[in-house]
């Protein structure tokens, strides 16, 4: 995102755009990292309703909606989605919190 | 336009004009001496003089709070303090400016505690002079009037919009009954006007929803405060013009300072607030005797014109600075370092020392003044002197 001179800004500093987090890349200080694991996964969306921050990518053209992975820009390492991510209908959980190597 | 010729104290005056400005909100806190004002003005809220919202509430930091929200929807809001109210709205006071609210707040000036005291000294505004507020100060009752009337004028103005101060001084001026002129309603609602809500920003606008008051990091912070500073920069071209509209209609003609029998002077005081109306009197009598002195009083003190200050003060030999408040281990009272640092580059530039007067209510009275002017006669012919002194302490 491109930084705005002082003669461009709003007054007071308000924001006039409803929604504007995605402008705002804020994934780059997370310690653990979700790893999504697509066999196990059964597309509920509960990773991408509880995400605090718009880093669950999902594809939404098709017949039904389908996760299609992380977007580590805004991703911070919470672990929400694994947490909420349901092991129960494979057995094994989608989403798995790791150590970030980066 | 005929006005009408009425006694009043101060704090009656400033509820008058205020009421006359109809403003649509005010949250308001007791505190001496302040307190009198919000009295007379809950009074024609209660007598139905006026329609304006009153929220009674539990401290001043939520008084400017409530400003704040309230000035953020687009409604004229204002409040009143004085000394400890103002420092315990601190935080919220920075807020109001650095979002561009334009509020508008007597600051009924009295000393900081402690220890604990009512009267009256500039402590409690110079201490919040880089809030970011336009700071106006005035002599006496009428300019307080005249100030509360035409406040609204310049806070609103779609260039400016930033909250103003007024200062005036505790008991002096706030509970002293002076004759004035006050405009009839009518002509004060004329000359204020109604609130231009498409100005500014509205939080009650839902087709254009905002955010207000955002997280603001290293990435935008400076930016911010940049923008603040050149409103600021903005806010004297139309101080002037409201001043020049109001002295067209009532013939008090008002500037950025006031400048006193300075033509010829060699001496010339400096002052703020209700010691310039003492020292006029002074410099009345000195001038009987042939003592070249003169006063510049600073009605605009944030944002401090220096240039035009620079100017005034070129032709004179000594000036003296008072400043009735204290700048704990800093060098020299606020106003005189202001003025001093204003005067820097000119290329031959008066002498100039500070006087540091009144604390915590202390009577500033001719006698005072006089040996003041003494001591700036005494600097003219050679003496040296300490560059920050006192008047009227025991030592």
């Not at chain 1, 200080?29 to 509920?44: A, D, F, L, T």
């Not at chain 1, 990773?47 to 909606?65: Q, R």
Request: charged share 20%; proline share 5%.
């Amino acid at each position: 995102m491109s930084l705005i001179p002082t003669s461009s800004l709003n007054e007071g500093g308000i924001i006039t755009e409803a929604g504007n987090a995605a402008a705002f890349k804020t994934g780059d200080w997370r310690s653990n990292v979700p790893q999504w694991v697509p066999e196990n996964c059964i597309h509920c969306m509960f990773c991408w309703i509880y995400c605090p921050d718009s880093a669950v990518a999902i594809d939404n053209t098709g017949e039904k909606t389908v996760m299609t992975g992380f977007v580590f820009e805004h991703c911070k390492g919470c672990g929400i989605c694994a947490q909420h991510c349901p092991p129960a209908a494979k057995g094994k959980a989608a989403i798995v919190m790791v150590r970030d190597e980066k | 336009m005929k006005q009408i010729y009425v006694g009043l104290t101060g704090n009656e005056a400033v509820a008058t004009a205020f009421k006359q400005a109809r403003p649509h909100v005010a949250p308001a806190f007791p505190i001496t001496p302040q307190t009198e004002m919000m009295h007379k003005f809950a009074d024609f809220v209660a007598d139905g003089a006026v329609d304006t919202e009153m929220i009674l509430v539990e401290s001043e930091h939520s008084a400017m709070s409530a400003a704040i929200g309230s000035a953020a929807t687009g409604a004229r809001t204002f409040t009143a303090t004085s000394s400890a109210g103002f420092a315990l709205m601190w935080e919220v006071v920075y807020i109001a400016a650095s979002l561009r609210l334009p509020i508008c707040m007597p600051v009924v000036n009295r000393a900081l505690s402690g220890n604990i005291n009512i009267h009256n000294d500039h402590s409690d505004a110079m201490g919040g002079r880089d809030a970011g507020w336009i700071q106006l100060w005035c002599e006496n009752t009428q300019e307080a009037y005249d100030h509360a009337l035409m406040c609204w004028r310049i806070a609103e103005h779609k260039d400016v919009c930033l909250p103003v101060m007024i200062n005036y001084d505790g008991f002096i001026i706030s509970h002293t009954s002076e004759s004035l002129h006050i405009l009839p309603d009518e002509d004060a609602w004329k000359f204020v006007g109604p609130k231009d809500l498409k100005t500014g920003y509205s939080l009650l606008d839902v087709d254009h929803p905002i955010t207000v008051g955002p997280l603001d990091l290293t990435d935008y912070y400076f930016e911010h405060k940049i923008s603040q500073i050149e409103a600021l920069k903005r806010a004297p071209q139309h101080i002037a013009e409201v001043y020049k509209e109001f002295g067209a209609l009532t013939g008090r003609h008002y500037s950025f300072f006031e400048e006193y029998r300075t033509d010829d002077a060699d001496l010339v005081i400096v002052a703020l607030g209700s010691t310039a109306g003492t020292a006029k009197d002074v410099i009345d009598a000195q001038r009987e005797k042939g003592v070249k002195v003169g006063l510049l009083k600073i009605h605009m003190f944030r944002p401090f014109p220096a240039a035009e200050l620079a100017k005034a003060l070129s032709k004179a030999k000594v000036v003296g600075v008072m400043d009735k408040s204290a700048s704990f281990g800093g060098w020299g009272g606020p106003l005189f370092n202001e003025i001093r640092s204003a005067l820097y580059d000119l290329p031959a530039r008066p002498k100039i020392h500070n006087w540091i007067y009144g604390l915590g209510g202390r009577d500033t009275d001719t006698k005072q003044i006089v040996a003041l002017i003494e001591q700036l006669q005494a600097i003219a012919k050679g003496r040296e002197a300490e560059t920050v002194n006192l008047l009227g302490v025991r030592l």
